[in-house]
């Protein structure tokens, strides 16, 4: 890949790379840093990607770091995050809608969340998402029926608690 190619494909998806990011790790930061590091990733490895598969290798290196981060923040951080794991008291109009589906995004498996993600955030095919995460065309389909069906079984059961 050459220097204008990778300016340029850097350019056209850093916005869906931090918000991808952003939407799985829920914190601007270290959502910045996903994508600080998968640029100079690709900087790097620039001489074995090709232009064209540029999008999709960044988004599996982002998927990947992403996955390594959350594993290594929850190892280090238990005590803080004891909280999350406990069911969630609702007040009547507390939250607004996107809050509600953001913390029902959020509980899902890091697969699942990629998929949803990819799919219907970034509005990826299930051939781009397959690629991405190496997965079949099949299994993205499965991973994100189950992702739709556990977010629609929390909504319901955050809306009995209202």
Same mark, same amino acid.
């Given at each position: 890949? @050459?220097?204008?190619?990778?300016?340029?494909?850097?350019?056209?998806?850093?916005?869906? *790379?931090?918000?991808?990011?952003?939407?799985?790790?829920?914190?601007?930061?270290?959502?910045?840093?996903?994508?600080?590091? &998968?640029?100079?990733?690709?900087?790097?490895?620039?001489?074995?990607?090709?232009?064209? %598969?540029?999008?999709?290798?960044?988004?599996?290196?982002?998927?990947?770091?992403?996955?390594?981060?959350?594993?290594? =923040?929850?190892?280090?951080?238990?005590?803080?995050?004891?909280?999350?794991?406990? =069911?969630?008291? *609702? %007040? &009547?109009?507390?939250?607004?809608?996107? $809050?509600? &589906?953001?913390?029902?995004?959020?509980?899902? !498996? !890091?697969? $699942? =969340?990629?998929?949803?993600? *990819?799919?219907?955030?970034?509005?990826?095919?299930?051939?781009?998402?397959?690629?991405?995460?190496?997965?079949?065309?099949?299994?993205? @389909?499965?991973?994100?029926?189950?992702?739709?069906?556990?977010?629609?079984?929390?909504?319901?059961?955050?809306?009995? *608690?209202?």
């Amino acid at each position: 890949m @050459k220097r204008s190619e990778y300016n340029r494909i850097v350019r056209g998806q850093a916005g869906n *790379l931090f918000g991808y990011a952003l939407k799985f790790l829920r914190n601007d930061e270290d959502a910045k840093d996903i994508v600080q590091d &998968v640029f100079e990733k690709l900087w790097m490895h620039r001489k074995n990607v090709e232009f064209v %598969k540029a999008k999709s290798w960044m988004f599996t290196t982002a998927h990947n770091a992403m996955i390594n981060f959350s594993s290594r =923040k929850g190892r280090i951080v238990l005590s803080d995050e004891i909280g999350i794991y406990e =069911k969630p008291k *609702l %007040k &009547v109009n507390t939250f607004e809608s996107n $809050q509600v &589906v953001d913390r029902a995004v959020g509980i899902l !498996p !890091p697969v $699942q =969340k990629s998929v949803i993600l *990819l799919r219907d955030l970034e509005g990826y095919s299930y051939k781009e998402i397959a690629e991405i995460l190496n997965l079949s065309d099949s299994q993205v @389909k499965v991973y994100l029926f189950r992702a739709r069906k556990k977010i629609k079984k929390q909504l319901k059961g955050m809306v009995e *608690l209202v």
